[in-house]
T-cell receptor
């Protein structure tokens, strides 16, 4: 099956800093989503991005499907950005989750 | 109010007991999913259902059972055959384009 690798596994930032999270996947996929899991466990949809670039406020994402990776950019980080970020490439009705990047933003 | 609801938020059970986790949705989605998350890990698919009265095993279905008698409801039973049931359980709706998650149930088996 599809293997997903996310990096870095852990990240500590000072408030206001920028960061790039990476997701590599081992096979062609139909779609890819980025999620943020807040400290209470709720998973929040960030982007549905099979290819190309999307932006939503301080967040943007780029997927290069032909090279099998996706990037999530966080600019001007805030303490509320803390949590775990997951990418989930999609096979046939199956989302394959990586182990995530654990982000802590310090005030 | 509505969307995807899971109950209860926290659940404690004694070893050897079956327990059923609730997942309800009022967003009229055909497909529903159950995932398990262990500490420091990603989500793993337990079961999914694309339509009423039909469901398929995911990657870690052993020790779990589901039913899909109504479009709105997809309950998950954690049976005594599940060797390590303590985990965070998440229900989702959606399709191959986008999934949306409920708030989850934290199950602790004592």
């Amino acid at each position: 099956g599809i293997q997903v690798e996310q990096s870095p596994p852990d990240l500590i930032l000072q408030e206001g800093a920028n960061s790039t999270l990476r997701c590599n996947f081992s096979d062609s996929v139909n779609n890819l989503q980025w999620f943020h899991q807040n400290p209470w466990g709720q998973l929040i949809n960030l982007f549905y991005i099979p290819s190309g670039t999307k932006q939503n406020g301080r967040l943007s994402a780029t997927t290069v499907a032909t090279e099998r990776y996706s990037l999530l950019y966080i600019s001007s980080s805030q303490t509320t950005d803390s949590g775990v970020y997951f990418c989930a490439p999609v096979g046939t009705y199956k989302y394959i989750f990586g182990t995530g990047t654990r982000l802590k933003v310090l005030a | 109010d509505g969307g995807i609801t899971q109950s209860p938020k926290y659940l404690f059970r004694k070893e050897g007991q079956n327990v059923t986790l609730s997942c309800e949705q009022n967003l009229n989605h055909d497909a529903m999913y159950w995932y398990r998350q262990d500490p420091g890990q990603g989500l793993r698919l337990i079961y999914y259902s694309q339509i009423v009265n039909d469901f398929q095993k995911g990657d870690i279905a052993e020790g779990y059972s589901v039913s899909r008698e109504k479009k709105e409801s997809f309950p998950l039973t954690v049976t005594s055959a599940q060797k390590n049931p303590t985990a965070f359980y998440l229900c989702a709706i959606g399709d191959s384009n986008e999934q949306f998650f409920g708030p989850g149930t934290r199950l602790t088996v004592l």
